[in-house]
């Protein structure tokens, strides 16, 4: 520590005594901060505080990973100012400067070389740096610089290098670049340009290297090979293009580029067939054209390009047959990635291939069969094979087990592969795998040993004691799959020996007994699967190890158990996806599942449940607000276990009445599915919250109470079932808003009123209301005026034809005593009553003097009020004309009101 301060005390004496000299200056990482530490604790600070003593004498200046706040950006670019300043390189790369680039950069005419790579940069590009007409080298990239590329950057006709890649730049490729005509290194790439190539680019005659992947360009793929063709295409030997929305097709012009080394045209819109020209780029080496629309036969002249290292045409629509003429002079291949094509290969049983150095091949939608290819055998240094949905319907050959060992990554699934596996074994390494699922082998389960192990959707028979239990040390399996076989007996107790595991799948067996206590061992599993077995007892309490469960499926089992018990025991944190369906499980649903926050699936169905839904519901936030963040933002529902690609998996979840198997769009799922349980109490309001829910399902359970009033709020829903309930009062208007609902079934209740009015519930079958008191449509019942049922007597459906004449005829003998009887309660008293008698006469005769009096003094106000208000309508006829207008158009008003408003009422009644 001493040495270090005495070498910048020393390095600071020089500064300032010898200012005039020429010096070059690197303080990177560690150096810098001793200096630092030097400053805070009062030592001669000038080093750091005042660089403006000694930088404008400073040729080169290095401050790499420094994390530099303490010489902010803008008193660094300001040393220059008001002064000639000599310095010809500046490195300021990987700081943390958070700051923008100040125009005071242009101040700095000397520099020839400015890094400012990785540093935070934020904000635009100053047009300022077209100043720095010495610079032979720039480099902005890695920061977060925004808004278009300044035009002036034309200015720097010194320009060998130019990067700017990382950033979020906008707006198009600047014409002036095509004045940097001694630029040999171009790399715009992953920003946000657009507009495509500038037709200027045929002026960098010196460009060797072009790299623009991950931008808009929207540009035809031969627009850009005219702009490229003359000098450029000359010299031009990296010319990387991926994912910049090209469309058109390859054509001929290609073959102009015969220096070209790495063709880079992967993830566009490029359509048609791979010209024939390719096989004249005798110089490439890397060749990527996957995610295309490329189509025809792979041309005979792509054997001939010997120097061919890296060839990628996966996930096109290439076809026809592939043979020895295809790779004939493909000596120097090492990976050959052609998966998701239509292609055959058709070679020599005993072919010797002349890729003998080749270390990945995936021919994956290959025709390859019907037998395992023997030229795999001669591949010596050969690590990852995919041969998945290649037609291949042979056994594995004696000789494959050996090969295996070689073998880092296999995939033979998808075939109709068969027979029995003594042993495979991939290399030791840490993300080795083994996927031979979706095929037809059968007997014992073989010994594998890989780190991610796929066996699923096969014939393997018998017990699992053998695979599990006869391990004598801990392996690194993260991925077990065993799912969708015909394996029985109990789940081992001994999975001491595999703590690595991140995925267990034993779905679709024929398992019985208990879940072992043993897997609560297991405590870095991410995801379960049990279902679809004969599991019964209770779920062990040992799984609350597993804290970082994420799905646990133990659905269509036996399995019982008061589920408040486990459920009170666990904290699943990180719990996506918990389906227990079709069991055996009683007790009220605990407030603790509430806890599982990020549940983006919930299946509770078919058990014995009871009490009331908890009101802490709408703590799902992934059913709150669809963000996908909780496994990806993608479709799938994926897991990084360190194989050769994310683990993924489907699901069957109850949906619109049927199950459904999800897996591409699983993570898109929101569901609850509490149905064919014994639930009472209300719906809670707080489920109207769920506005990224797709599914609720709360069908044959007890619940009583009304429809929450703001389920209209649920704007996602796709499918809502209350079904066979006990709810009563009407169905609530905000109902009639849920657009995107596909199935609704609210029949078996006790509803009553009218049906919301709206093209939504009205487009629903009547059974989707059946056995309520609801009226309206789409059912066939009317309701009058005042929303109730009809009363008796008037015209219903077919059914209601018995009882009608039956209530007619009470009615219609109800009349007759109703009159006699109310006629004499009137008349009785006044015929054989004198003292009523006189009474009601002396009633009759007060009421028609106050009458009269009314009459008359109301008559004369309205004489008195008609004539002002007609007066001048008889003698004056300009008021006369505008009255009868007025008139008119009210008139007009009205009929249009009418003939609107009856119409809607006659369509809305079914009249």
Known sequence: MEALMLAALKVREKLFYNSSMALKILLTGFLLGIVMRIAVNGLESSVIISPTMFLSSILELFLRMSIM?????????NIGRGRHSELELLRLSHNELLDGIPSAIGNFTSLNSLDLTSSNFQGAIPSAIGNLTSLNNLDLSGNKLEGAIPSAIGNLTSLNNLYLSGNKLEGAIPSAIGNLTSL?????????????IPASFKNLCKLRFLDLVSNNLSQEIN??????????????????????????????????????????????????????????????????????????????????????????????????????????????????????????????????????????????????????PRWLRSLKHLVFLDLSNSKISSTLPVWFSDFSLRLSNLNLSHN??????????????????????????????????SHWIDLSDNLYSGSLFTFLCQRTHDVITMLLNFGKNHLSGEIPDCWMNWKSLRILKLNDNYFSGKIPSSIGILSDLWYLNLRNNTL??????????????????????????????????????????LNLRGNQFYGHIPTELCGMTYLQILDLANNSLSGTIPTCINNFIEMVNESHHAMGNQGKISFATGGPSLFSDSSS?????????????????????????????????????????????????????????EIGNMKALESLDFSQNQLFGEIPPSMSSLTFLSRLNLSNNKLSGIIP??????????????????????????????????????????????????????????????????????????????????????????????????????????????????????????????????????????????????????????L
Request: aromatic residues 12%; hydrophobic residues 40%; proline residues 5%.
């Open 416 to 449: 109709q592969l068969h027979g029995k596996i003594p042993y495979l074994s991939s290399t030791n390494d840490l993300y080795s795998s083994i996927d031979l699922s979706s095929n037809k082998f059968n007997g014992p389960l073989p010994n594998v040993s």
């Open 184 to 196: 040999n290194n171009l790399d715009l790439s992953f920003n946000e340009l657009e507009g495509g």
């Open 536 to 577: 019964f007892g209770e779920i062990p309490l040992s799984l609350e190890h597993c804290k970082e469960l994420t799905v646990l499926q133990l659905d269509e089992n036996r399995l019982g158990g008061n589920i408040s018990t486990w459920l009170e025991n666990q904290k699943f944190s990180f719990m996506v996806i």
């Open 653 to 709: 979840i109850m949906t619109k009445g049927k199950m459904i198997e999800y897996s591409t769009n699983l993570n898109f799922v929101r569901s609850i599915d509490l149905s064919n349980n014994k639930l009472s109490g209300a719906i809670p309001e707080e489920i109207t919250r769920l506005e990224a829910l797709h599914s609720l399902n709360l069908s044959h359970n007890l619940l009583s109470g009304r429809i929450p009033e």
């Open 69 to 77: 706040p303490l010489m902010p950006a803008v008193t660094m670019m």
């Open 223 to 372: 627009e850009v090979f005219e702009i490229l063709s003359g000098c450029v295409s000359n010299g031009i030997e990296v010319l990387s293009l991926s994912n910049c929305q090209l469309s058109g097709h390859l054509n001929n012009l290609l073959g102009q580029f015969k220096n070209l080394d790495s063709l880079h045209l992967s993830r566009n819109s490029i359509a048609h067939q791979i010209p024939p020209t390719l096989g004249v780029l005798n110089s490439l080496t890397s060749l990527s054209l996957s995610n295309n629309k490329l189509n025809g036969s792979l041309p005979i002249g792509f054997g001939a390009l010997e120097n061919l290292v890296d060839v990628y045409i996966s996930y096109n629509s290439l076809e026809g047959e592939v043979s020895e003429i295809h790779f004939a002079n493909l000596t120097n291949l090492r990976y050959f990635d052609a998966s998701h094509n239509q292609l055959i290969l058709r070679v020599n049983p005993h072919w010797i291939p002349p890729f003998q150095l080749v270390k990945s091949i995936s021919l994956r939608s290959w025709d390859v069969g019907p037998q395992l």
């Open 757 to 910: 009015s709206g093209t939504q519930l009205q487009g629903f079958d009547p059974s989707s209301f059946s056995d309520n008191k609801l009226c309206g449509l789409p059912l066939s019942k009317n309701c009058n005026v005042d929303g109730d049922m009809p009363p008796i007597g008037i015209e219903r459906g077919e059914e209601d034809k018995g009882s009608k004449s039956f209530a007619w005829f009470y009615f219609y003998v109800s009349i007759a005593p109703g009159f006699v009887i109310g006629f004499w309660a009137v008349m009785g008293p006044l015929v054989f009553n004198r003292r009523w008698r006189h009474l009601y006469f002396n009633f009759l005769d007060n009421l028609w003097d106050k009458f009269m009096v009314w009459y008359y003094v109301n008559f004369a106000r309205f004489v008195k009020g008609f004539w002002a208000v007609m007066g001048p309508l008889v003698f004056n006829r300009r008021w006369r004309h505008l009255y009868f207008n007025f008139l008119d158009n009210l008139w007009d008003k009205f009929m249009v009101w009418y003939y609107v408003n009856v119409a809607r009422f006659v369509k809305g009644h079914g």
